[in-house]
């Protein structure tokens, strides 16, 4: 009954696969399903002893050298001894880099390459348009990256690729060394080689200055994706999933609730002092603090007065009671609204959050876990700078695999039928009480009929 179970579970479309999509998570975080899961994940290393597991990791990290030579063999000496693609060295190395545990020890070891780049890029001083050699590599390490990420949404679909929050982090890091990329290309086409005045040297720097800004944010976004290898640990699982979706409140927050209030206060309040400005006698009998003067200094003050960050200063209009009146409500509105009751309902959200995950937090974990599997059954398993001679290698594969899995369904459907066909005509003699060769069938005219429908 178990292995019946086992098999309903991983046939392809089957129970297991379709929780994982449609996130039932009691049903996936099930010992049956875990147990399914950690084998699919670690693939030929799940019942291996220590020696095993060795000879497998080194395989693994000897990929590059070995491979190729593999697939000179299926070339020059296998095609001669009429040896199918799918049986050859070549293919059975290619299955085993294809497991999902070794492919997202490959995207971990990409990752941490990114980051050193990217962390020795930050770290060097931006003085010449001319870019370094260090840059250059962080550049290519990008495009490789990018090959990656283009290669998990063509296999995941856009939708299913999105919804992982770490896919969203791995795209906007790609886009922003992308943007500083060409940033710097463009900077060091127009002043290399150029004898710069005063003023076009110092425009240069500025924009170096900017593309500081944009490495400076990478780093930022990037280094947070370390934390999706500390999600697989017990330990920091169930913490660092209930982080994630305490990040997803805040930005619902600021974006949606937040931000409608800061804007709404600081249009109001600045149309009123603006008004005031423009029709008020000569402008002196009003008290503007620093805090107020210009639209993009309200709401930066606004803003930070929410969280308590800077004291909201008072706006007096002499001879004028109505409109010290009216901004002072406004304002006290605003201290109201966003500061005590939409902070306490934030708080209230991140509670709620955190208590929800900690009553189900082996439950969440094991879905996250197994999301990790479903993410990384396709994944790419070359190093960098690899990529861009595997990835035909891997397209290659997956289209023979996928011609491989047709192959044998279909040979199975074939045997299936055969099978079905062979106890009718067993049925339609017994019942016909006739007393026939078996393999005599087709010329009865009764079963020519029934027969047809086998071909």
């Not at 299913?160 to 896919?167: G, L």
């Not at 940033?183 to 004898?195: L, T």
């Not at 605003?334 to 939409?342: G, P, W």
């Amino acid at each position: 009954k178990q292995w019946y179970q086992r098999r309903v579970a991983i046939t392809a479309g089957g129970l297991l696969k379709k929780a994982i999509d449609e996130r039932k998570k009691r049903f996936v975080a099930h010992a049956f399903s875990q147990q399914i899961i950690q084998e699919d994940w670690q693939g030929e290393l799940t019942y291996k002893v220590l020696f095993g597991k060795v000879k497998i990791w080194i395989r693994f990290v000897l990929s590059p050298v070995v491979l190729p030579l593999f697939l000179l063999q299926y070339l020059f000496i296998d095609r001669f001894r009429k040896v199918a693609l799918l049986d050859s060295n070549a293919a059975r190395h290619m299955r085993l880099l294809f497991t999902p545990v070794l492919c997202f020890a490959t995207d971990m070891m990409n990752y941490f390459v990114l980051l050193g780049l990217l962390l020795v890029t930050c770290l060097l001083p931006q003085t010449t348009p001319t870019p370094d050699p260090v840059e250059v590599v962080l550049w290519v390490s990008v495009l490789s990256r990018i090959l990656v990420e283009l290669d998990q949404m063509h296999q995941q679909g856009l939708w299913r690729y999105f919804s992982n929050f770490w896919n969203f982090i791995d795209v906007t890091t790609c886009t922003i060394l992308t943007v500083s990329a060409i940033y710097k290309m463009s900077v060091w086409g127009i002043y290399a080689g150029k004898v710069l005045t005063t003023p076009d040297e110092l425009q240069m720097k500025y924009h170096l200055l900017y593309i500081t800004y944009l490495y400076g944010f990478a780093e930022f976004v990037l280094i947070m994706r370390w934390l999706n290898l500390l999600e697989v640990t017990t330990g920091f699982g169930p913490l660092l999933i209930a982080l994630r979706y305490m990040l997803l409140d805040v930005f619902k927050f600021v974006t949606v609730i937040l931000l409608t209030c800061v804007v709404g206060a600081t249009i109001a309040v600045y149309s009123i002092i603006n008004n005031i400005q423009e029709l008020d006698f000569s402008a002196q009998n009003v008290t503007i603090p620093d805090e107020f003067n210009g639209v993009q200094t309200l709401i930066t003050s606004i803003a930070w007065t929410t969280f308590g960050l800077l004291e909201m200063p008072g706006v007096d209009v002499v001879n004028d009671s109505t409109s010290t009146t009216v901004i002072h409500v406004l304002v006290l509105v605003y201290v109201l609204v966003a500061c005590v009751m939409m902070l306490n309902m934030l708080i209230a959200m991140l509670n709620n959050t955190y208590e929800k995950i900690q009553e189900n937090c082996d439950i969440e974990w094991k879905y996250a876990r197994s999301e990790l599997l479903k993410e990384y059954r396709n994944g790419q398993p070359f190093m960098f700078p690899f990529h861009f001679l595997m990835l035909p290698v891997t397209a290659w594969f997956r289209v023979s695999l996928s011609q491989e899995k047709k192959r044998m369904l279909d040979e199975e459907r074939e045997r299936e039928r055969n099978a079905l066909f062979d106890k009718l005509g067993e049925r339609y003699l017994t019942m016909r009480n006739l007393n026939c060769n078996f393999n005599d069938m087709d010329k009865l005219q009764g079963w020519k009929h029934l027969s047809f429908m086998r071909r």
